[in-house]
């Protein structure tokens, strides 16, 4: 079984979202649901899916939890709630017991867009993260390059937490440059504690002219750093529509990970991470 670690819905109707402005953008602004994505899965032999938070408001994870409840499709999701709040564990174990309260598996915030580069490392972040690995739940980090110091930092104070790294943490793949962004991922790959995502590579690179061999030394480096056994697939649909289709990305995907290594990528390391 197939397994798509990483994608979004949204309902505008039920809220906007705030991050979809500009022209560049303006593809991402209608609505994708779980029947929207249930073909384009089907058509790549995606059979499990997580997922993932896109916006900072408590209403969105107790839906997300009943969307998994009602599609079979889903079979995880990575919510959102405020780590610094002072009753965390006490939000976790309340939306653990909402309907769909089980397929909770993880907490994401968007770090990418906090100013302080060492957010991860705030007293009362940290109290939220050891709530995290007290509630057996995962947490998954969308960050920037410079922000993966902080994250290696959390990821090594809070060993008992599993840390998931989305989109390879964001490289610079439109401008084909590696560094300072490779050594900063292979820092955090030293730590037994944490698994990357192969996910978000096409929108970071050019939209409009990526090819394989853009996406292959990025790929190759968290391969490397990581292992098979730490790597998972995520297509990051809907926003990858920005730079190509469902099968696209998926087929991109497959063509950068070796066969022997293709099990583990696209099935056992999310299924395992997760608990599917």
């Not at 770090?111 to 057996?136: I, K, M």
Request: glycine share 8%.
């Amino acid at each position: 079984m197939t397994v798509d670690a990483h994608h979004h819905v949204w309902d505008l109707s039920v809220r906007d979202q705030d991050w979809i402005t500009g022209p560049g953008l303006q593809p991402l602004r209608r609505n994708f649901t779980v029947e929207d994505l249930r073909p384009e899965a089907a058509a790549a032999g995606v059979t499990r899916t997580v997922l993932v938070q896109t916006v900072t408001v408590p209403e969105e994870t107790p839906e997300f939890l009943a969307l998994a409840a009602a599609h079979d499709l889903i079979a995880g999701v990575v919510g959102w709630t405020d780590l610094t709040r002072p009753d965390v564990a006490g939000e976790l174990a309340r939306l653990r017991a909402l309907p769909g309260g089980t397929y909770l598996k993880g907490i994401r915030h968007q770090v990418q867009g906090e100013p302080d580069p060492e957010w991860l490392l705030r007293p009362d972040v940290s109290r939220g993260l050891t709530a995290l690995a007290d509630a057996g739940l995962v947490y998954d980090l969308v960050v920037r390059t410079h922000q993966l110091p902080a994250a290696t930092g959390a990821a090594e104070s809070h060993p008992d937490l599993t840390f998931v790294l989305d989109h390879l943490g964001k490289p610079p793949i439109a401008s084909g440059t590696l560094e300072p962004w490779a050594t900063a991922v292979r820092a955090l790959a030293a730590l037994p504690n944490t698994v990357c995502k192969l996910s978000g590579m096409v929108t970071e690179a050019d939209p409009a002219s990526w090819t394989v061999d853009d996406l292959r030394p990025y790929a190759e480096t968290v391969l490397d750093a990581f292992g098979p056994d730490r790597l998972m697939f995520g297509s990051d649909w809907p926003v990858c529509v920005l730079a190509g289709t469902y099968g696209e990305v998926f087929d991109a995907a497959t063509q950068v990970i070796a066969p022997g290594d293709r099990t583990a990528v696209f099935e056992t390391t999310a299924t395992r991470v997760y608990g599917l």
